[in-house]
């Protein structure tokens, strides 16, 4: 079972800035972190992003939030958000995705 968190963020900034950041950061933190399966950055509009994160289980994505929130999160991309809805879910099918 892999659980999957979704966020997505309005930006007061092109996208492509926090981007940046978010691809020299956070390889290093998600290294550290157990359970830690992957994550996809969607562009969905030019101030728009999508944040889709995967984890091995509750816990770790717990574990993980508590460390990327109030580090990552609120140093790179905090500042620059005007808005943000944030769903976790597990994942019941996943079709092509190398599950």
């Known amino acids: 079972m ?5 966020n997505r963020i309005t930006l007061s900034v092109p996208v492509e800035e926090v981007v940046a950041d978010i691809e020299r950061e956070l390889p290093a933190i998600f290294a550290g972190l157990e359970g830690f399966v992957g994550q996809t950055l969607v562009k969905t509009g030019p101030q728009e992003l999508v944040v889709v994160g995967r984890w ?5 994505a ?7 929130g109030p580090g990552a999160f609120n140093t ?6 005007t808005g943000q ?7 019941v099918s996943d079709m092509g995705w190398g599950s």
């Open 76 to 81: 790179w991309v905090a500042p620059r958000a």
């Open 62 to 68: 717990a574990a993980g939030a508590a460390v990327i």
């Open 56 to 60: 091995a289980s509750p816990e770790a």
């Open 2 to 6: 892999h659980i999957v968190v979704v």
């Open 85 to 91: 809805d944030r769903l976790v879910g597990e994942v």
